[in-house]
């Protein structure tokens, strides 16, 4: 029998405060009152309401819009710049330039987009934020790719152009399936940040096109409100499955 460790309570402890408001937000969006501070009962409502309203549909269309725009963009950047990284040029200076984006706090790469863009009169609107979330998906896909370029053999790619293919049937045939798991966990980590991401968004949008997390944000200024727990929950089921899904994967990558 194991011996309880008193390691557990702090951990415990941290889990706890990490985790019980989220659980607490969830179970407050089942609420059937109208305040988000008393509990009145079971009741689905509130879902009915939030797709009812207008700001929260046209906020969560522009989000899926800018999140699948910029999930192909940083896939397919990340995809080359790993394979370039690793198989072309290696540099530990341009390593570290390529996952600066992912490591910068979103506030200072907020400020430089938005500083570039007023540089070059670069209009701002939905096409502003999604070639702002490409940019640090680009980063956090190129770091999943190289961590299954480690893990393939790159004898295959040898052999293949040994055996008379080109460059890009070697890529297309050999590489591009070796990596696939690594592609996949990618793109839905850069999806997932992407839907969740307020910061970058708020200093690169126009007045005409808010994101859902712009949204939750001018409604939540007026006081929470059990419809926007309903909005964080649905949210979190979002951003929890493709996580995990993004770790399944990567998981899959390190064991082939």
């Known amino acids: 029998m194991r011996r309880f460790s008193w390691l557990y309570l702090p951990a415990g402890l941290t889990y706890a405060f990490l985790y019980l408001p989220i659980v607490v937000l969830v179970i407050m969006s089942f609420n059937a009152a109208d305040t988000p501070y008393r509990w009145d009962g079971f009741d689905t409502a509130w879902y009915g309401r939030l797709f009812a309203d207008r700001a929260v549909r046209e906020g969560l269309i522009n989000t899926l819009l800018v999140a699948a725009g910029a999930t192909v963009l940083s896939t397919v950047l990340g995809t080359l710049l790993a394979v370039g990284l690793a198989r072309h040029t290696r540099s530990k200076l341009l390593d570290a330039i390529a996952v600066a984006p992912a490591v910068l706090p979103d506030i200072v ?22 070639l702002a979330h490409t940019v640090f998906g680009t980063a956090f896909v190129a770091a999943v790719v190289r961590t299954r370029l480690a893990h393939v053999d790159g004898s295959l790619e040898e052999a293949s152009r040994d055996l008379g293919a080109t460059g890009l049937q070697t890529f297309v045939r050999i590489t591009l399936p070796s990596l696939a798991p690594g592609i996949i966990a990618g793109a839905l980590l850069a999806f997932s940040l992407s839907i969740d991401e307020f910061v970058i ?33 649905l949210l979190l089921a979002v951003s929890f499955t493709f996580v995990i899904a993004a770790q399944r994967l990567s998981r899959l990558t390190e064991s082939l």
């Not at 409604?219 to 964080?232: D, K, Q, S, W, Y």
Request: no cysteine; net charge negative; aromatic share 12%.
């Open 201 to 233: 968004a708020f200093f690169t949008a126009g007045p005409q096109d808010p994101t859902l997390p712009i949204v939750i944000y001018s409604m939540v200024r007026f006081g929470v409100t059990p419809e926007i727990n309903a909005l964080a929950t």
């Open 109 to 130: 790469l907020a400020i430089g987009l938005l500083a570039f863009y007023t540089a070059v009169q670069f209009t701002l609107g939905l096409h502003s934020i999604l």
